[in-house]
């Protein structure tokens, strides 16, 4: 079965961290780029990181930016999302998903979203 599983979120203060993991299961992540998005509330759905395949390039909404790193280990299948600093306004589920090797803003393009895991910034 072709899927995605986040795993990592939870409760957390402002100003603390999480990793948020994607593990892909029934293929290989090393042929696509892996894009992190995030439904907070009352809230669109927004795409806030992205890697591309192999040693493409990382990009990251503005909202994120300095705040939150994207990374990826083929080796274990991986694709992670570590993430400091959080605010209040971080409060979302998390998804990630897949495209064809390089990053692009087109969501829909995206495909085998995961069930997404739930990340939740409060004092």
């Known amino acids: 079965q072709v899927q995605l599983v986040e795993s990592g979120g939870g409760l957390v203060q402002p100003g603390g961290s999480l990793r948020l993991s994607c593990s892909a299961s029934g293929f290989t992540l090393d042929k696509h780029a892996v894009g992190w998005f995030r439904h907070g509330l009352g809230k669109e759905r927004e795409g806030i990181s992205c890697?591309?395949?192999?040693?493409?390039?990382?990009y990251y909404d503005d909202s994120v930016k300095g705040r939150f790193t994207i990374s990826r280990d083929d080796a274990k299948n991986t694709v992670y999302l570590q993430m400091n600093s959080l605010k209040p306004e971080d409060t979302a589920v998390y998804y990630c998903?897949?495209?064809?090797?390089?990053?692009?803003?087109?969501?829909?393009?995206?495909?085998?979203w995961g069930q997404g895991t739930q990340v939740t910034v409060s004092s």
């Open positions: 998903a897949t495209t064809a090797i390089r990053c692009h803003g087109t969501t829909h393009l995206y495909e085998n």
């Open positions: 890697i591309d395949s192999s040693a493409g390039g990382t």
